[in-house]
């Protein structure tokens, strides 16, 4: 049996693992919150979006846009939004396992992979994967910065047929204790995949200033940024709710072990007594 | 006819504001474009400038804007801004940005924060404007 010191010990490092479990979790809880209402804002800002690309294509049904047309795929580019740290439970395995399916799964000839998060980049550079750019430092916090660089770059290879699609993988946000692999194709947009916005009252026509086409080219790299930002939010979101579920867990866990080895200190301390008890008496005998 | 209409301003990542306005000036494409109440449907592109909104109570509200895009649709206009500037975020008294004309710069190949340096600019110039003529100043939002 372990003495008592030994016990005594063992309680005060699970203690310690215990408190600093907790404050991750109570960090993470207020992070999530953060996230939460970030979603909720960009889902105002993307819908508006939406909307104006609607009334675009109704107001001009046959106006063709490059970023609307398929085209023969040669050449596939996925953006992986992976996870920025790691005492998040399986949310980096999932995600990493997930991406890797889908970049698999794809047939184009030539695939571009641009990956987001420091996570995701370890994985796919230590499984040997040719990646076309990383961005390990683009977080929530520095979003504003980059992240119009970004996605302008995207635009452009797209726009200069280098790529002839853009896929997007992320975890989506659905709520603290849901959260969905998501892929999707960012580029060429499907309109009819947009939210139904209801039909105007005014049955005039639009006027566009300048063109509907400049309209369309300035709309694109937008529209493109602020579905990158949103799935960042929403990645960032789900991240930190798997990281307050694993340290809910773990907190639970360590408290759990405080007791077992409470109760074998009391076992220990009460066998000690027992046998200086017998001890006494055998010598007084 | 309904003679003030609605007008939200949306900010990714930022709440959304609202008013009811009486009128609104644009910075587009071929220079600032106005309108009112009952407008035939509008959607345009803004180029860095100033919005400038006057409101129910003839109240006048600035806004500086780094650029975006304006939709006027069923006596509602939706403005999507990269980024707002306002009043509030200014200093007046600060010597360092110049007065006088500014000439129409091509703000194509502006950074962001060319941009924005830019409007703040704009912005200042605007509202020491109206100062010395001693017009009634801008209401600041909450």
Known sequence: MASLRDIRQKIS????????????????????????????????????????????????PYFKHPCMVARPVKCSCIVVIGGERGLCGGFNHDINRFAQSVIEEH???????????????????????????????????TLDNELFAVSRQLFELYNDEKVDEIHLVYTSFASAVARYLTSLRLLPIDI???????????????????????????????????????????????????????????????????????????RSRQALITREIAEVIAGSQ | MKKTFSVSIALPGKHLQTFEARQIMLPS?????????????????????????????????????????????DNQASLLCDSLIEVKDLDLSDSSVPTGKIYVKDTSNMSEKQKRDYVRQLMLNHLRKRSAAGRAGIKTTE
């Open chain 1, 13 to 60: 490092g699970v203690s310690t693992t215990q408190q600093i479990t907790s404050a991750m979790k109570m960090m993470s809880t207020a992070r999530l919150g953060r996230a939460i209402e970030a979603i909720n804002l960009t889902h105002a800002y993307i819908t508006k979006f939406e909307h104006m690309v609607q009334d675009l294509k109704r107001e001009l």
């Open chain 1, 107 to 141: 047939t184009a000839p030539e695939k571009k992979i641009v990956v987001i998060g420091r996570k995701a980049i370890r994985y796919f550079e230590q499984r040997g994967f040719e990646l076309f750019a990383t961005f390990p430092d683009l977080t929530v916090k």
């Open chain 2, 29 to 73: 494409k071929n220079g600032y474009v106005g309108f009112m109440a009952g407008r035939q449907p509008l959607l345009a592109t803004m180029e860095p400038g100033l919005i400038s909104i006057i409101d129910v109570e003839d109240h006048h509200l600035l806004f500086g804007t780094t650029g975006g895009f304006a939709e006027m649709l």
């Open chain 1, 192 to 266: 009819s995949t947009m939210p139904p916005k209801p039909q105007p009252k005014a049955a005039l026509p639009f006027d566009f200033y300048p063109s509907p086409l400049e309209i369309f080219s300035q709309l694109m790299p937008r529209y493109l940024r602020n579905l990158l930002y949103r799935s960042i939010v929403e990645s960032s979101a789900a991240e930190q709710s798997a990281r307050m579920a694993a340290m809910t867990s773990a907190t639970d866990r360590a408290e759990e072990i405080i007791d077992e080895l409470k109760l074998d200190l009391n």
